[in-house]
């Protein structure tokens, strides 16, 4: 049996529609945020906000006139751009810019790119090591895991040179040389 209500939960109630019952996306953001290792929301909601913005750009870019040199210019720069930020797949029509979203940008997370490139078998190792310093990116250690991996630094991202994981690999693969015993 259902207790009887009490007066000011009957008056809150009132004011409450069931039917056009308003839902937010915390559902759906707790999943992406999980699947790419994202610990702080506000990267997330920072990662949605930029996506949005780059749609917007693209839409303004489209209501130009096909022809006008000003659009074909900015349409390409913008393509390129995504393009070299690892965005869109390839820089082609501006179709595909329409398309990014905020888990595009979290694609880009350095833990989740070691893990695609097989260097770890998981997001949150991934990120455990970079945050600890096990992670080179280029010549520049890199702390956090939020760091954006670009096209061009995708093939760059190692194991620092102490790093007892690179040890590990080296001795596992029968690689490691008598000069880093030292």
């Not at 750009?57 to 720069?77: C, G, H, I, Q, S």
Request: include cysteine; hydrophobic fraction near 35%; charge should be positive.
């Amino acid at each position: 049996m259902v207790r009887k209500l009490k007066y000011n939960e009957q008056k809150l109630l009132k004011k409450t529609d069931f039917i056009t019952w308003e839902t937010d996306q915390s559902g759906r953001q707790n999943e992406m945020m999980a699947k790419y290792g994202v610990s702080k929301r506000a990267h997330y909601v920072l990662y949605n906000k930029l996506a949005a913005k780059t749609r917007a750009l693209a839409d303004k870019l489209k209501e130009l006139p096909a022809n006008d040199p000003y659009r074909v210019k900015k349409t390409r720069e913008l393509m390129g751009k995504m393009y070299s930020l690892g965005l869109i797949a390839s820089a082609d029509s501006l179709e595909r810019v329409g398309k990014i979203c905020g888990s595009s940008f979290a694609r880009r997370r350095l833990p989740v790119v070691m893990k695609k490139s097989g260097m770890v078998n998981s997001v949150n190792v991934a990120s455990d090591y970079v945050e600890q310093g096990h992670v080179r990116v280029g010549v520049h250690l890199v702390n956090d895991p939020a760091f954006l991996v670009t096209r061009n630094f995708q093939d760059a991202i190692t194991w620092t040179r102490g790093s007892k994981i690179r040890e590990k690999v080296l001795d596992y693969n029968d690689a490691r040389d008598d000069f880093d015993l030292a």
